[in-house]
């Protein structure tokens, strides 16, 4: 599976910004509903960090207590495509965002360790 994220950029503080990551390459038999879907970010010098994760049905989002009541996650399954709606932007969210698959379940996008597949990342700058 392949993830290609898109829709980084520079925001003033307190804009807004939507993130896409479009998924290709499933394998036959399967499609893009059996892979849960998660946003990690990684600022320079930090560990990545959980933001945002939903479940193949769309039913089941979690989100990181740094971005809760902000961002929004979201899929198309009919696209193969997750959106992260980042709102109320402030500095400490410039970071690279990585989108990350996988379809042994929702829990296994909650943790970068347990990850199997990552998008090649996004940048994100909040000016202030």
């Known amino acids: 599976v392949q993830l290609q994220a898109s829709g980084g950029g520079v925001v003033q503080a307190g804009g807004s910004l939507r993130l896409s990551c479009v998924a290709s390459g499933v394998p036959s038999g399967r499609t893009f509903r059996n892979y849960a879907m998660g946003w990690f970010r990684q600022a320079p010098g930090q560990d990545r960090e959980f933001v945002a994760a939903i479940s193949g049905s769309g039913s089941v989002p979690h989100y990181g207590n740094s971005v809760k009541g902000r961002f929004t996650i979201s899929r198309d399954n009919a696209k193969n495509t997750v959106y992260l709606q980042i709102d109320a932007t402030n500095p400490e969210d410039t970071a690279v965002y990585y989108c990350?698959?996988?379809?042994?379940?929702?829990?296994?996008?909650?943790?970068?360790?347990?990850?199997?597949?990552w998008g090649q990342g996004t940048q994100v700058t909040v000016s202030s």
């Open positions: 990350a698959a996988n379809d042994r379940g929702l829990a296994y996008v909650l943790t970068s360790v347990l990850v199997d597949y």
